[in-house]
């Protein structure tokens, strides 16, 4: 009777071991790397930064380690062992290996020294910005110098550390494009004109709101109580004092019509 053999002696593959629980939140892999100044592997690079009070260095990287057969390996894009592709998306300058994207959906940009979640086509970088921004703001764009190790105001993470596109306001503050698109889904969801939380002005044009507020002020009329108070206003907008009538809610600008504003008083007549 002959022997049948073990196919996985003919191809020299060894039998994976027990696959390595990951709890990373910043990108979705099978990798691990290996962190020379803690002596330990871990998930990536910015859950050594998050719980440690040093950052990673990137030349100083030289092992990574298999999710899926626990192998060691070279800073490469595949196993060495099972073969496993770690990530659609690999950079070797930001050691990031990334499931999410793929390479039409994040490029390194080389004077950010990062990676940007965004096709390079959609952006423009400001050298004197030192930054990416959206191409389609570059008509109505205002040199700023960023600081790359500014937080943004949403997610009170520095702004390159997940190497997402990154919006300049017209107020001159900056803010992760994603964290900007949850800002405004979750100020509509309020009836709030979506504003910047460093310094209140809108973060769109608040001019599209008027119609809308308009009709939210007249559903939520003021009872004949409130027929003659009023309210001084300072609007977040055009930083104008006015005086309008009283509304707990809703009050527009009489200068710019914005409905982004602030009561400083309320005047009680009776």
């Known amino acids: 009777m002959s022997k049948i053999k073990n196919i996985n ?3 020299n593959f060894k039998k994976p071991e027990t696959t390595i629980e990951k709890t990373c939140t910043h990108y979705k892999n099978n990798v691990q790397i290996y962190a020379s100044c803690c002596d330990k592997y871990v998930d990536c690079r910015l859950c050594h930064n998050d719980s440690t009070d040093h950052k990673i260095i990137y030349g ?3 092992k990574t380690k298999c999710t899926n057969c626990n192998t060691e390996n070279d800073v490469v894009t595949h196993c060495k062992n099972c073969n496993i592709k770690f990530g659609n998306y690999h950079c070797k300058k930001c050691l990031i290996w990334c499931d999410k994207f793929s390479d039409k959906d994040i490029y390194h940009c080389d004077k950010c020294k990062c990676c940007r979640v965004c096709n390079e086509d959609d952006v423009f970088h400001c050298d004197n910005c030192n930054l990416c921004l959206l191409i389609n703001s570059i008509d109505n764009h205002k040199c700023h110098a960023i600081n790359e190790e500014d937080d943004c105001p949403i997610c009170l993470n520095k702004l390159n550390d997940y190497g997402e596109s990154i ?3 017209k107020c001159l503050h900056t803010i992760h494009d994603s964290c900007l698109t949850e800002l405004i889904k979750n100020t509509d969801k309020t009836k709030k004109i979506p504003c910047c939380t460093m310094c209140k002005m ?3 044009n ?16 003021m009872p004949d109580y409130y027929s003659k108070w009023k309210n001084d206003i300072l609007c977040n907008d055009c930083n104008k004092k006015s005086t309008i009538k009283y509304h707990n809610t809703y009050n527009k600008c009489t200068n710019c019509k914005s409905y982004n504003t602030t009561v400083v008083n309320t005047i009680k007549n009776k």
């Open 167 to 169: 919006v300049l306001l």
């Open 9 to 11: 002696n003919i191809f």
């Open 206 to 221: 608040f001019n599209k709101y008027e119609l809308l507020f308009d009709n939210y002020c007249r559903e939520s009329r």
């Open 60 to 62: 100083k990287i030289k």
């Open 202 to 204: 809108s973060v769109v």
